[in-house]
């Protein structure tokens, strides 16, 4: 049984730092197209960055040069990396998982066979 777990969420003021961190069971991380996705209340959820096996990302515009995902092999984890928060990044943030390659298109929501429970992120002014 496949299950991620997110973590790190929280409140942070606009400009601020968080880091999101997913721990999987159930599949081997190395193997499988991985990554967040957010969705803000009253809207659909979208994706923010996946990474594939071989580390090739790829980025939804909003986040380019602020976030940056990561994915630790050894323990099955991935980490999502948020700098300079803005108040639009305000969300519940979802790890997401594929048993295939990343393509541009995995940022589609539509893509992912499994997901987590989501982690809130919460910015302020």
């Known amino acids: 049984q496949v299950q991620l777990m997110e973590s790190g969420g929280g409140s942070v003021q606009a400009g601020g730092s968080l880091r999101l961190s997913c721990t999987a069971s159930?599949?081997?991380?190395?193997?499988?197209?991985m990554g967040w996705f957010r969705q803000a209340a009253g809207k659909e959820r979208k994706g923010v960055v996946v990474i594939d096996s071989d580390g090739s990302t790829w980025y939804a515009d909003p986040v380019k040069g602020r976030f940056t995902i990561s994915r630790d092999n050894a323990k099955n984890t991935l980490y999502l990396q948020m700098n300079s928060l803005r108040l639009e990044d305000t969300a519940q943030y979802y790890c997401a998982a594929a048993p295939w390659a990343c393509w541009s298109g995995s940022l589609r929501s539509n893509t992912m066979a499994y997901w987590g429970k989501g982690t809130l992120v919460t910015i302020s002014s």
């Open positions: 159930g599949l081997t991380s190395s193997s499988h197209c």
